[in-house]
């Protein structure tokens, strides 16, 4: 398996650019989460999915933020409209669920890259 | 809530030296796993050992070790004759039986030849 992609691995845009940040999950994965991470602030759990259903957003810091699942293979935050303090590296990470037959039990994350965001 | 805590914000260790992080968390959970991130200058997040709360041995993997202290809430890594590429920031980081991930603010190691 080639693990979590994410794209763009840098993204360099001008304030009030609209941002759209992009994942595919490990094959078989059905939860899938977005981190930022920043020196000040350190890794922060942005919103979580299960099954494509989002379940956890209260890490999104505000409306200009927003993230979507269409499918069990693709997802994507998008930020609009960009802000220099958006500025941060973006993880996404995937884990099957707990306790199904046969896989690991512990449900490590596996994370991606990251996305290298800066916004002028 | 859970929280983890690493109090270690840096530390530096010699060459083929040990060194340990430490980590504690909070839970009212009884079953639980933990796990030890590592990122390296290239940021990506590689999992370099988990334990299962349930298990009373503690997790090893090659050069890395953990002292899982469950009464304590505890849960500290020992890197064995470090190498230079150990230098990463390390997390620390819970899962509860509801799949929820809480990561602590991470240790930065810098091995020194």
């Known amino acids: 398996d080639a693990g979590v992609i994410q794209s763009p691995r840098h993204e360099v845009t001008e304030m009030g650019q609209e941002v759209t940040l992009r994942c595919k999950p490990i094959s078989g994965h059905d939860y899938l989460f977005w981190y930022r991470q920043t020196m000040m602030r350190g890794l922060e759990l942005l919103i979580y999915?299960?099954?494509?259903?989002?379940?956890?957003d209260s890490g999104m810091p505000e409306d200009r933020f927003s993230a979507k699942m269409p499918n069990a293979s693709f997802s994507t935050l998008k930020i609009q409209p960009s802000e220099p303090r958006d500025s941060a590296v973006y993880f996404c990470?995937?884990?099957?669920?707990?306790?199904?037959?046969?896989?690991?039990?512990?449900?490590?994350?596996?994370f991606g890259p990251g996305t290298r965001l800066t916004v002028l | 809530a859970q929280t983890v805590t690493q109090s270690q914000p840096e530390m530096s260790v010699q060459e083929a030296e040990t060194v340990t992080l430490s980590c504690t968390y909070d839970t009212s959970e009884n079953n639980y796993y933990l796990f030890w991130y590592k990122q390296p200058p290239s940021r990506q997040m590689i999992l370099v050992i988990r334990q299962e709360a349930y298990k009373q041995q503690n997790a090893t993997e090659n050069r890395f070790s953990v002292n899982f202290q469950k009464a304590a809430k505890s849960f500290s890594l020992k890197i064995s004759d470090s190498q230079l590429g150990d230098t990463a920031m390390y997390f620390c980081?819970?899962?509860?039986?509801?799949?929820?991930?809480?990561f602590g603010t991470g240790t930065s190691l810098t091995v020194i030849p």
């Open positions: 980081a819970f899962r509860n039986t509801g799949n929820q991930f809480y």
């Open positions: 990470a995937s884990s099957n669920s707990p306790g199904l037959a046969g896989l690991s039990s512990y449900n490590e994350q596996f």
């Open positions: 999915f299960n099954n494509n259903v989002p379940i956890d």
